[in-house]
């Protein structure tokens, strides 16, 4: 079976400071992977996708960044937090392998709460 | 930019009630899903209805989709306190398979 693993599962980090939250995908090949934010009492807001190591698509533009170092790896990054920054961050994964064709559910991970203080 | 809309965005009944929520979107879709949210968890995968059906079940959920309305609804029979969460909808536009996802109802069921 699929499991999708994110860490930490909470993170207070200082403005300025660097971030990195990784995200695993076990059970499965060449999923497509998703970072998502979620402002609180707000919907999701889809940050960045991919559909293959190294191909990442971003849907915001904002101080982060995201890279698929391995196929079912996926790491969202940023050198200096802002405030703005804080939020709920989601991991996902869909079976579909290249986006166009019959879509899939998305598969969630269990979350990363991020205060930037 | 936020694709669909759900209503409303509280929903508080007993135990035992029917639930409904809609979801209104503004584009031509291919698809439309709903996902429920425990507080402070991720998402996970209800149901998926394309835009060529009209109704589907799932145990005790009934989800509708009107295409000329562009709106869609949930329906949770027989509710129970564990249903308590968030139920987002999540349609993805003509031309894009990516979903984006409305801001949710929150529902509270009290036993």
């Known amino acids: 079976s699929q499991t999708i693993h994110q860490w930490p599962a909470t993170l207070v980090q200082p403005v300025g400071s660097p971030l990195s939250l990784e995200c695993t995908v076990e059970?499965?090949?060449?999923?497509?992977l998703y970072w998502y934010r979620q402002a609180a009492g707000r919907g999701l807001q889809l940050l960045f996708y991919?559909?293959?190591?190294?191909?990442i698509s971003s849907e915001v533009p904002q101080n982060l960044s995201a890279s698929r170092p391995q196929d079912r790896q996926f790491i969202l990054s940023s050198k200096k937090l802002l405030l703005s920054d804080s939020g709920f961050y989601l991991c996902?994964?869909?079976?579909?392998?290249?986006?166009?064709?019959?879509?899939?559910?998305?598969?969630f991970g269990p979350g990363t709460r991020l205060t930037v203080t | 930019s936020q694709q669909g809309e759900e209503d409303p965005q509280a929903l508080s009944i007993q135990e035992g009630e029917n639930a409904t929520m809609n979801c209104s979107y503004k584009?031509?879709?291919?698809?439309l899903q709903w996902y429920r949210q425990n507080s402070g968890r991720g998402l996970v995968h209800l149901i998926l209805?394309?835009?060529?059906?009209r109704e589907k079940h799932s145990g005790r959920l009934r989800v509708t989709l009107d295409t000329s309305k562009k709106s869609s609804s949930l329906l949770i029979t027989a509710s129970r306190a564990a249903d308590t969460a968030s139920y987002f909808c999540?349609?993805?536009?003509?031309?894009?398979?990516?979903?984006?996802f409305g801001r949710g109802t929150s529902l509270i069921v009290h036993p």
């Open positions: 059970g499965t090949s060449n999923p497509n």
């Open positions: 996902a994964w869909s079976r579909l392998g290249v986006l166009g064709a019959t879509p899939y559910e998305q598969y």
């Open positions: 991919s559909v293959g190591i190294g191909q």
């Open positions: 209805i394309r835009s060529n059906e």
């Open positions: 999540a349609t993805d536009e003509r031309g894009s398979y990516i979903p984006t």
């Open positions: 584009t031509s879709i291919n698809n």
